[in-house]
């Protein structure tokens, strides 16, 4: 079994404008991902991340930036306290209704 390895962002560049050049020529995805040492999906998903790696925006339509930006990370904020807090409120709802299913269970029993 062959060994994962991880590419760092300046290699994956170097291999997509090799990648570049090899589709310039004619060359086919499948050949392409070979001779760079990669899977075709591997080949997709870099070249889908290649503006983030570069750090330019992305132009293809419906490409996705993955740097969240400073609006997004301070509503990512709010929104995880407001998730720990809504789950501390469940977690003392299901306490008390374990407190008063026990408490109805010794008030009334079953005969």
């Known amino acids: ?4 390895r991880r590419h760092s962002a ?5 291999k997509l404008r090799q990648a570049d050049e090899m589709a310039a020529e004619g060359k086919i995805q499948s050949d392409i991902a070979r001779t760079l ?4 999906m591997t080949y997709h998903r ?15 339509r419906g490409a996705k930036d993955p740097v969240i930006k400073a609006e997004n990370a301070a509503r ?18 299901l306490l ?11 008030a009334s029993p079953v005969a």
Do not use: C, F, Y
């Open 37 to 40: 040492g990669v899977s075709v």
């Open 1 to 4: 079994m062959v060994k994962r």
């Open 10 to 14: 300046p290699e994956i560049i170097a």
């Open 76 to 93: 990512l904020d709010e929104l995880q306290l407001e998730n720990s807090r809504l789950r501390r409120l469940v977690t003392d709802l």
């Open 46 to 60: 870099w070249r889908n991340g290649r503006p983030a790696l570069e750090g330019a925006k992305a132009e293809k």
């Open 96 to 106: 008390e209704k374990v407190r008063l299913e026990e408490t109805l269970k010794t």
